[in-house]
């Protein structure tokens, strides 16, 4: 299995909602992120897990909270957002250190109404 | 972490035409990677060119780097139609494994 698979692929919630993206991975990857990325505009990294403890979190708010339960899961649980937090949320996974690409999700389409 | 640059912005070829295109840097690398993303998509890992390399093939990709000028570039060979999509480099400092940053990308339009 060479995937990070994003579930769901279409959000839509209200400002008062809570909701949670679901990220997973079977390639015994041991480093995860998150990232934010806007229509045109690069993607800007979240949150970094290594080993399932979070190493990096790049002054995300916090209505923004991540989660990795285990080496092939990591969630992002959302609350209170703003309609400026509609994007497309990607995770990626690879092996910590040096010299390993990231292998992407499809992303979610996050829509805060 | 840092960002690259990328040159130009915006590239329309034919199909059967090179693509080239263009990433700058500021700092020391360990490594430096290329990136496509489709439209509305997740990226997808083209290539990883060591700092001590100089050149690296996948089939109709060619990237160079050059550390002296903190600069690499991305050929990519008799395009496609398919290849169409937004390409970005991700410089990797030192100890900055973990921050892999993207710059604006160059969007590839191939018109078959």
């Known amino acids: 299995d060479t995937e990070v698979t994003q579930t769901p692929k279409h959000l839509v919630m209200g400002m008062t909602n809570k909701k949670s993206l679901k990220c997973e991975q079977h390639?015994?990857?041991?480093?995860m992120y998150w990232y934010k990325q806007k229509a045109k505009k690069p993607p800007e990294l979240m949150f970094v897990?290594?080993?399932?403890?979070?190493?990096i979190n790049e002054s995300v708010p916090s209505r923004f909270s991540p989660e990795c339960p285990n080496s092939s899961l990591l969630n992002l649980h959302l609350h209170a957002l703003q309609p400026e937090d509609s994007a497309l949320y990607l995770c990626?996974?690879?092996?910590?250190?040096?010299?390993?690409?990231?292998?992407f999700g499809s992303g979610t389409r996050l829509t805060v109404v | 972490s840092q960002q690259g640059e990328e040159d130009p912005q915006a590239l329309s070829i034919q199909e059967g035409e090179n693509a080239t295109m263009n990433c700058s840097y500021k700092?020391?690398?360990?490594?430096l990677q290329w990136y496509r993303q489709n439209s509305g998509r997740g990226l997808v890992h083209l290539i990883l060119?060591?700092?001590?390399?100089r050149e690296k093939h996948s089939g109709r990709l060619r990237v160079t780097l050059d550390t002296s000028k903190k600069s690499s570039s991305l050929l990519i060979t008799a395009s496609r139609a398919a290849d169409t999509a937004s390409y970005f480099c991700?410089?990797?400092?030192?100890?900055?494994?973990?921050?892999?940053?993207f710059g604006t990308g160059t969007k590839l339009q191939v018109i078959p």
């Open positions: 990626a996974s690879s092996q910590p250190g040096q010299n390993y690409g990231y292998t």
């Open positions: 390639m015994g990857h041991r480093a």
């Open positions: 897990y290594s080993y399932e403890k979070l190493s």
């Open positions: 700092t020391s690398i360990n490594n």
């Open positions: 060119i060591r700092s001590n390399e």
């Open positions: 991700a410089p990797t400092g030192p100890g900055g494994y973990q921050k892999v940053t």
